[in-house]
């Protein structure tokens, strides 16, 4: 068992054992027409479930035959230019290759005498990151699994700067306990869930979080806010903080971020950035205004492996003021002990929630290091002129209705007929349901095809369809064509429903 150990003595069998499985992924990705199989719970669950883990099969060229068929031969891929469904990316070369390198080596990131060099460039790339964004020199922040976590990790800052605060200022004595359902967190009603699972983490719990109204482009409406956090101080709350979203999973819709920052600060609340997804602006060579104010924040999160262009995970949480991170400092006497940041000693664990963790840097590093950030910020940019132009197809389409116009890369729609389908009263199927049930079956019937994928979401209680462009080799012609196919789809469910109810 022991040749299977990764060391000096076995470097040509993991050499060939790779490039095996390298060869057999760049043959698929090669011979992949569409995005998956179109293969079913029902029809892979009984496959995966009859393997006997007990029974190595011992030759990894088996290995990965049996993986053929369990993985990769269904997987979905999204390199594919017609997989327009979620925030996930096609990735580039340079990336894989950090990844390839990372797994192999193993470092973990958690101490200095674990992950020399690593440290190092995790560190330069943090530096850099917050350069970007327009942080001063006392900016920090560390790499994270993802846009969760790193919300998650701000909000845990934010939480106890505010009872620190609160106390400091306080004539009487107070506890934390006393404070905490104390403390209300903004957000729009547009912001990402994890926002509100980590109120519920800290303590706050859900009804902690306030949700703002949006604008007809969906952004925050900075007058409603105003209004609540003026409520908030009269009923003896305290502001702990305001999220401001730059790129909402739903709609890429950009909060405005300079008047945000402004009640934040009338209101000593910390402001938060959730840039998971609109972070490829900070490289994009013609849209890098859209994130104008984001350097008045407290901390921001970024998600490389969105609209970088890398694999996940690859996140980071950045803090303009590198003390606030002390609030998830914690020394272990066999890891971190206190004497190592006296001794200056760089170990990342000292400002993160997680202690072993992927040197994940090392992908965005080999990135830069071989495209540079023009590079990867003009294949932003192209994405964002992609939703741009089918913006512009899907107003011209009487099929279909939009709900805004892109800042980004999204587009939310429905099909939705011109004309109105009768249905027997008798059925109790009002037109809108109807129209609501033929944009599901179109996504489900779509997806069962393997033809192409889309999203979907709820807009005002009814169901709409959502592309989330993030392959600059997607097309105008794929777009036109997998509207095509919606509403074929769309149509069909439509026809048969009548049918069904005459």
């Not at 079913?40 to 006997?52: F, H, R, T, W």
């Not at 003390?323 to 020394?331: G, N, R, S, V």
């Not at 993160?352 to 071989?370: E, G, N």
Request: with cysteine; proline share 5%; aromatic share 6%.
């Amino acid at each position: 068992m022991r040749s299977h150990l990764l060391n000096e003595t076995t470097a040509d069998h993991y050499r060939r054992s790779v490039t095996e499985g390298v060869e057999r992924v760049a043959a698929k990705l090669a011979a992949t027409t569409r995005p998956h199989t179109g293969i079913s719970v029902d029809e892979l669950a009984p496959v995966i479930a009859g393997i006997d883990l007990d029974r190595p099969l011992a030759d990894p060229a088996a290995a990965l035959d049996e993986l053929e068929e369990v993985y990769l031969r269904d997987a979905v891929y999204f390199h594919s230019p017609r997989y327009l469904g979620h925030l996930n990316c096609p990735v580039v070369i340079p990336a894989v290759l950090g990844e390839a390198v990372l797994s192999a080596v193993n470092s973990s990131l958690d101490t200095w005498d674990q992950s020399i060099g690593g440290t190092l460039i995790e560190r330069r790339l943090v530096d850099w990151t917050a350069g970007r964004i327009g942080f001063g020199p006392g900016a920090d922040g560390v790499f994270t699994s993802g846009g969760s976590q790193s919300n998650f990790h701000a909000l845990l800052l934010a939480r106890d700067e505010a009872c620190r605060l609160v106390m400091k200022n306080s004539e009487r004595e107070l506890s934390k306990a006393e404070l905490l359902p104390k403390l209300r967190i903004f957000t729009s009603e547009c912001s990402h869930f994890s926002v509100k699972k980590s109120a519920a983490m800290l303590g706050l719990g859900y009804e902690a979080v306030v949700s703002v109204p949006c604008d007809q482009n969906k952004r925050m409406q900075t007058v409603a806010l105003a209004h609540e956090l003026e409520k908030c101080e009269r009923e003896g709350l305290y502001p702990m903080a305001i999220v401001a979203t730059a790129g909402t999973t739903d709609f890429g819709s950009i909060d405005p971020l300079p008047e945000i920052a402004r009640l934040a600060a009338t209101h000593s609340a910390w402001m938060h950035v959730d840039a998971a997804y609109g972070c490829g602006l900070l490289v994009s060579p013609t849209r890098r205004r859209l994130l104008d104010g984001i350097e008045l924040a407290d901390s921001v999160t970024v998600d490389f492996h969105k609209s970088f262009f890398q694999p996940v995970s690859s996140s980071a949480v950045l803090v303009r003021d590198r003390d606030t991170l002390k609030h998830a400092t914690y020394h272990a006497d066999y890891l971190n002990p206190r004497r190592m940041a006296e001794e200056r000693i760089p170990n990342q664990v000292d400002k993160s929630i997680q202690t072993t963790r992927r040197f994940d840097a090392l992908k965005l590093w080999m990135t830069l290091r071989v495209m540079g950030a023009d590079g990867v910020g003009e294949l932003f940019d192209e994405v964002c002129d992609l939703a741009a132009a089918g913006h512009a197809l899907l107003t011209a389409d009487p099929r279909f209705e939009v709900v805004v116009a892109p800042q980004l890369s999204t587009l939310v729609f429905r099909y939705s007929p011109s004309y109105r389908w009768e249905v027997p009263p008798s059925e109790g199927v009002t037109h809108p349901d109807l129209v609501d049930r033929a944009n599901l079956h179109a996504r489900k019937a779509l997806f069962a095809s393997g033809e192409a994928v889309v999203a979907g979401t709820k807009v005002a209680g009814s169901h709409y369809l959502k592309f989330t462009l993030l392959n600059p080799q997607t097309t105008t012609a794929d777009i036109a064509a997998v509207l095509d196919l919606l509403a074929a789809h769309a149509e069909q469910y439509l026809g048969e429903s009548l049918v069904h109810a005459s």
